[in-house]
């Protein structure tokens, strides 16, 4: 079964405007961890962000900042004031307590323009 | 801290062929571990380490495939003879602990067998 549901299209998106990239996942297990990484065109996975199943506020790093919304087991990454730098494809992945695999989704394409 | 080290970048071979990846984790973390990603199937655990000693190993696709870590410092992935369908990006991450702790990926190896 499929943990990490990550179902947008490629997205364009206007340099300065932000973005929201969308991310269900699947678990019985009521600790878990949430993570998104990014992949540019030069292939490497940089880690971006980290929710925690019991973190009360939503997690933030700068410009990019997660919708946690637990009971809708919704991990949504929001990037604000795009960059073109921003452009990349975008993971999310989830690891359940006691379990050091990472489940990642499909991955969201996203194109930032001028 | 120069981050984790794979080698080749690059590897191109003939079915048949035995290739081996290396992998340098970053100094002082206890976990290592062995990602494939193919446009079919997405970013796939293959195998992770703890302290050395290999913990699971479920993703490994079949008996050509083997991995080592000789120490801490050093690991090997090897398959032995590679077949065109293992043509794929290889990435190695590690990290410093388990639970919270993300994954720090190195750049990744592109294998291409002809």
């Known amino acids: 079964a499929q943990k990490i549901t990550q179902t947008q299209p490629g997205m364009f998106v206007q340099e300065k405007e932000a973005v929201t990239l969308d991310c269900t996942y699947d678990?019985?297990?009521?600790?878990?961890?949430l993570f998104w990484y990014k992949q540019p065109s030069s292939g490497e996975m940089i880690f971006l962000i980290y929710?925690?199943?019991?973190?009360?506020q939503n997690a933030t790093e700068g410009r990019y900042s997660l919708n946690f919304q637990k009971a809708r087991k919704s991990a949504n990454l929001v990037i604000s004031a795009s960059q073109l730098g921003d452009s990349a494809m975008y993971f999310c992945?989830?690891?359940?307590?006691?379990?050091?695999?990472?489940?990642f989704g499909k991955g969201n394409q996203v194109v930032v323009i001028p | 801290d120069a981050g984790v080290i794979q080698s080749p970048r690059h590897e191109v071979t003939e079915m048949g062929q035995e290739v081996t990846l290396r992998c340098k984790p970053i100094?002082?973390?206890?976990?290592l571990f062995w990602y494939r990603q193919t446009m079919m199937r997405g970013l796939e655990l293959l195998i992770y380490?703890?302290?050395?000693?290999?913990?699971?190993d479920s993703g490994m696709p079949e008996d050509r495939f083997s991995a080592k870590m000789p120490n801490a410092s050093f690991s090997t992935l090897k398959i032995q003879p590679s077949e065109p369908r293992d043509s794929a990006v290889y990435f190695c991450?590690?990290?410093?602990?388990?639970?919270?702790?993300?994954?720090?990926f190195g750049p990744g190896t592109r294998l291409t067998v002809l």
């Open positions: 991450a590690s990290s410093l602990l388990e639970g919270v702790d993300e994954q720090f």
């Open positions: 678990t019985s297990d009521p600790s878990y961890g």
């Open positions: 929710q925690g199943s019991y973190d009360q």
């Open positions: 992945a989830m690891r359940e307590e006691g379990n050091n695999r990472l489940a």
């Open positions: 100094s002082g973390h206890d976990y």
């Open positions: 380490f703890n302290n050395n000693v290999p913990i699971d």
